[in-house]
């Protein structure tokens, strides 16, 4: 089994006065998806989590995505 060497991500409002970097984990319907927040950074041996906001999921809509690219999870 291999591990997964990027992640398609996003970049989108937190409401905090930031923004979140999201991968599309769900399409809900024909507008809401749910994301998927990612919070930390790579390193030689894998994704290193931040716990405060790795992980979180939330629904949104496609229009408020922007940035995409490619998150490397491995330095």
């Known amino acids: ?3 997964r060497r990027s992640v398609e991500v996003f ?3 937190s409401g905090l006065g930031g923004s979140y970097t ?3 984990i ?3 319907d024909a ?3 749910r994301v998927c927040v990612w919070y ?3 390193t030689h041996n894998g994704w290193e989590r931040w716990p405060d906001w790795d ?3 939330f629904e949104t809509t496609r ?3 922007t940035n995409k690219r490619q998150l490397s999870l491995f330095k």
Do not use: C, F, H, N
Request: glycine share 8%; hydrophobic share 30%.
């Open 1 to 3: 089994m291999s591990k």
């Open 11 to 13: 970049d989108t409002p």
């Open 22 to 24: 999201v991968e599309i």
């Open 26 to 28: 769900d399409q809900l």
């Open 31 to 33: 507008y809401r998806i």
């Open 40 to 42: 930390g950074r790579a």
């Open 55 to 57: 992980g979180y999921t």
């Open 63 to 65: 229009d408020k995505l």
